[in-house]
C-alpha cells in the first residue's frame, strides 16, 4: 500500500506576523515547514511527499530540508488558489499512490498516531480526516455582545491531515469549480465519505504570532520527553552466619576457609544481596518474594537461579542494568584474591560487561558479628535504565 503526502506550503501566512511567510519563519532550529516535513515522513508507511510552494519561496524551501531517506521529496509550484495547489500536488504523484494525506503546512505537531489513524480509516472509506468534537459553549456574538446560544452538537474542529484514496480526491478535484475551504470541502461535493478520526489537541495550525510562542513550548516538551529516562536505584543487604564447612560460596566464586555459611539455598552472601537490590529497583519485593524459604524446592539452591530472575524480570519491564555494586563485609576470608574471578562470574551470570560489576570488601575493624567472625554480611545497589 503505497501512501504519498502533499503539504500545500504556496500560502502567504500573514496572520502570523513577521517578514517571510509563516511556514518559513524558525521553529526550534528549523522552520515551521522543515518541522511539519519531518514529522508527516516521521511515519514509516509514507514513501512520498510532495511540497506546493510559492515560485518566490524557492530558496527559503531548501533550508527547510532534513528528512528521512525512506521518504522521496519534491516540490512543485502552486497555482493562484489553494484548489489549484493541491491538484498540481495530484498531479505529481508517483504511479500507484493508493492513499495521500493532504496537510497544512503550518502544523508541525502532527504525530505518527494520528497520521496512522488517518491511513488506516482510509481502508474502510474513500475519505478520512481528524478533528476533535467542541466542548466549549458555542455563541453568537455581535457588536461585542451575545446574542444567541449555538448548539455544539456535532460540531467538530477540523484537522489535517486529510486523508483521501487517491483516485477518489483526484476525480472530486476534477470536478470542482474551486473555492473550497478544505479538501474535506472537496471531496463532500463529490459524493465522497468521510470519516472522522480522533484529532489531537497539540496539532495546531499556526496562524497568529502568539501561536509561535506556543509552538515552541510544545517543541521544549517534546524535547524533554525524548531525552527522558526512568532511572531506577536499588539496594540489597543480607547476613549470613558461619556454620560447619570448608568453604563458603561469595558472588558464585567458591573461596576456601574454616567454616561455611548456613543458609536455605548455597548462602551466597554477596549474590543474594546484588539480587535484592535489582528487586529493589524494580520495587518487586526481595528474593524472599520470589522463592519462599518454605519452598523445599530452593534448598540448596545455586543462587544463580535467584539473580537470573531478577535480571530477566528486570529486561521483562524494559530496563537494561546500568551498573551493581556490592561490598562484602566480613574479617575473614580475605576477598581480595578472589575480587576478579567474582566480579567476571557476577558479569557473567548478569549478561553485563565486567566494568559494569563492582564487587569488594570491607572489614568492620573487628567490631560486631562481622567483627567477632560469626557470619559475613553484604550490601550492593544496583541501577536499572529504561530509555
Ligand atoms: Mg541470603
Request: charged share 20%; aromatic share 4%.
Amino acid at each position: 500500500m503505497t501512501v504519498a503526502g502533499i503539504v500545500v506550503a504556496a500560502g502567504r501566512g500573514t496572520r502570523a506576523g513577521g517578514e517571510t511567510p509563516k511556514q518559513f519563519q524558525p521553529l526550534g532550529g528549523s522552520t515551521v515547514l522543515g518541522q511539519t516535513l519531518a514529522a508527516l515522513s516521521s511515519h514509516p508507511a509514507l514513501t512520498q511527499l510532495v511540497v506546493v510552494l510559492h515560485p518566490d519561496d524557492t530558496d527559503l524551501y531548501a533550508a527547510s530540508i532534513n528528512l528521512p531517506e525512506h521518504c522521496a521529496i519534491s516540490t512543485v509550484p502552486g497555482g493562484a488558489t489553494r484548489d489549484a495547489s493541491v491538484r498540481a500536488g495530484l498531479a505529481a504523484l508517483q504511479d500507484g499512490t493508493r492513499k495521500v494525506l493532504i496537510h497544512d503546512a503550518a502544523r508541525p505537531f502532527v504525530t505518527q498516531a494520528l497520521i496512522k489513524r488517518v491511513i488506516d480509516a482510509l481502508d474502510h472509506a474513500p475519505g478520512a480526516a481528524p478533528a476533535l468534537a467542541v466542548t466549549d459553549a458555542l455563541w453568537r456574538g455581535n457588536d461585542g455582545n451575545v446574542v444567541a446560544l449555538q448548539d455544539r452538537t456535532g460540531l467538530f474542529r477540523a484537522q489535517t491531515p486529510q486523508g483521501f484514496r487517491t483516485s477518489a480526491i483526484r476525480a472530486a478535484h476534477a470536478s470542482h469549480s474551486g473555492g473550497a475551504a478544505d479538501d474535506v470541502a472537496v471531496a463532500l461535493a463529490h459524493g465522497l465519505d468521510v470519516t472522522i478520526v480522533e484529532g489531537d489537541e497539540d496539532n495546531i495550525k499556526i496562524t497568529l504570532p502568539g501561536d509561535f510562542a506556543r509552538a515552541e513550548a510544545l517543541l521544549a516538551q517534546r524535547e524533554k520527553e525524548r531525552h527522558a529516562m526512568d532511572i531506577r536505584l536499588g539496594n540489597g543487604f543480607d547476613v549470613h552466619r558461619f556454620c560447619e564447612g570448608d568453604a563458603v560460596i561469595l558472588c558464585g566464586v567458591k573461596v576456601p576457609h574454616t567454616h561455611a555459611l548456613d543458609g536455605h539455598s548455597d548462602a551466597d552472601v554477596g549474590m543474594h544481596a546484588v539480587t535484592d537490590a535489582i528487586y529493589g529497583a524494580l520495587a518487586e519485593g526481595d528474593i524472599g518474594r520470589h522463592f519462599p524459604p518454605s519452598d523445599p524446592q530452593w534448598k540448596g539452591a545455586a543462587s544463580e537461579v535467584f539473580l537470573r530472575h531478577a535480571v530477566d524480570l528486570a529486561r521483562a519491564k524494559g530496563f537494561s542494568i546500568g551498573n551493581v555494586d556490592c561490598t562484602l563485609i566480613c574479617e575473614f576470608p580475605k576477598i581480595g584474591p578472589h575480587g576478579s574471578a567474582m566480579q567476571a562470574e557476577m558479569a557473567r551470570i548478569m549478561g553485563l560487561d565486567p566494568s559494569r560489576v563492582s564487587v569488594k570488601a570491607t572489614t568492620s575493624e573487628r567490631l560486631g558479628f562481622t567483627g567477632r567472625g560469626e557470619g559475613i554480611a553484604s550490601i550492593a545497589t544496583a541501577t536499572l535504565v529504561a530509555p
